[in-house]
């Protein structure tokens, strides 16, 4: 997985914390979960607030369904 794939991300950290509420998750934390992901194969210093948004956001969205 790479930075941009936010959906694939935020379905990977749901399925991985999913007693985690994904809007109350800090940047830190969630910059280290992705990191830590099975299959993510990115380099960490691509990583900025926007991606982390957006991974964020998808991961609030995966939540409500």
């Not at 994904?22 to 210093?45: E, H, M, S």
């Amino acid at each position: 997985m790479k930075w941009t794939e936010s959906l694939q991300i935020a379905i990977a950290l749901a399925d991985k914390h999913p007693d985690v509420d994904p809007r109350y998750v800090n940047f830190v934390d969630l910059y280290n979960w992705v990191l830590a992901l099975p299959g993510f194969d990115d380099d960490p210093r691509h990583s900025g607030e926007k991606i982390l948004e957006a991974i964020q956001q998808a991961w609030i969205e995966e939540a409500a369904e």
